[in-house]
């Protein structure tokens, strides 16, 4: 089969362009062709796999997306595709991948009539139509089951269109059994001192993963606390905002920034706890992530895998509606448990949980589409 995989931006480190990527290969594993077309591609192309950079212009968002679908359909219209699947949300395609959440919730519960108006809400809600509505034919794979009920809320989706995909965790991440040697070498490499607690802030996009509120927290620790903990981010973002915060606050000295980087599991084991205080997170992958590498989590309850660290005991999920004061003390409680209990669990936890198959399975439902059409 001949796959068209449609992604408006690329770059290193994301977790839809992961996903993105992991499925590809997936596919192509299973004798199928795979050719991507981009708007953006950041980083090095995949072997084996063809990007097809679609030219896109405009200076607002709105402009560069429409510019991107039809930059998209125009290619599509000179080739012979068996399926077409998109990780963004646009007209005429087969599947699509539904990282994002429902746009039509912000548009009409957080958002007013004024906004509605304008362009780039009434084309957001256009494209999210196209896909979701009663009247259209694409497959939907949902990532986030908490979503689905607000897609068929504003659109009528039908369920045998919606798709509930199982979590995709690289089998990379596992705690490996030199695990303790991996972080002894870890911690001298950026000298964390054995007796220091190292914070960790994994993900791109730092405002909606909470840092603001991770950089509040440090500055709530006691002095004693304080001299013996740091906070290392790691992601694509800008730190402009962030660093000016930790100036405010008098934190800035125990922050270190990292850009993306290829060896993430290094950070998980060699951390003592990854603090997640995200404002929204349709899943969040990297709570899964620390989990089966033996680190805790604390995270609040909007992001979608949470139940997974309440569940296991891997943690504390914080409350909503998110109360700083209570975030700050629930953050002083775990720097104080133990750090081999959680080695333990998170060994259980990666040895149980059925959480590493998304990339095959969404390529078994790609054929089963193909063969239903």
């Given at each position: ?9 690329y ?11 992991a ?36 200076f ?5 997306n ?54 780039r ?21 949902l ?12 659109y ?198 059925d959480i ?18």
């Amino acid at each position: 089969m001949k796959m068209a995989f449609c992604l408006f931006k690329y770059f290193p480190f994301g977790g839809l362009q992961r996903d993105m990527l992991a499925i590809a290969k997936a596919c192509m594993n299973r004798g199928h062709t795979v050719e991507v077309f981009c708007g953006l591609w950041e980083g090095d192309s995949p072997e084996n796999i063809s990007v097809n950079i679609v030219n896109i212009t405009g200076f607002t968002n709105q402009r560069r997306n429409r510019s991107f679908y039809e930059g998209v359909q125009e290619r599509l219209a000179k080739a012979d595709f068996d399926l077409v699947f998109g990780f963004n949300k646009m007209p005429g395609l087969d599947v699509y991948y539904a990282a994002d959440s429902c746009f039509a919730t912000k548009a009409y519960e957080k958002k007013g009539l004024l906004y509605r108006l304008t362009k780039r809400a009434r084309e957001s809600l256009k494209y999210e139509s196209a896909v979701f509505s009663r009247e259209s034919t694409t497959q939907v794979l949902l990532i986030a089951e908490k979503e689905k009920s607000k897609f068929q809320r504003y659109y009528k989706t039908p369920d045998q269109r919606l798709h509930l995909l199982p979590p995709g965790i690289a089998k990379n991440r596992i705690l490996p059994n030199n695990y303790l040697a991996v972080r002894t070498q870890f911690r001298e490499e950026f000298d964390i001192q054995p007796d220091e607690k190292l914070l960790l802030a994994l993900g791109s996009g730092f405002k909606t993963k909470g840092l603001d509120r991770s950089i509040r927290a440090l500055s709530g620790l006691s002095d004693k606390e304080k001299a013996n903990t740091k906070l290392f981010v790691v992601g694509k973002d800008n730190p402009a905002s962030f660093i000016k915060l930790a100036k405010k606050l008098n934190v800035e000295s125990m922050i270190t920034f990292f850009s993306g980087r290829d060896d993430a599991n290094r950070f998980l084991m060699g951390s003592d706890l990854l603090i997640h205080p995200a404002y929204f997170e349709n899943t969040g992958t990297v709570l899964l992530e620390a989990m089966v590498s033996g680190l805790p989590v604390l995270t609040t309850d909007v992001c979608g895998y949470a139940y997974y660290v309440a569940d296991e005991g891997m943690g504390v999920v914080d409350a909503s509606p998110f109360d700083q004061s209570s975030f700050n003390k629930n953050l002083a409680s775990l720097l104080c448990e133990p750090r081999d209990i959680w080695f333990d669990k998170g060994r259980r936890f990666s040895e149980t949980a059925d959480i590493y198959d998304l990339s095959n399975h969404v390529a078994e439902l790609l054929e089963g589409f193909v063969l239903q059409s």
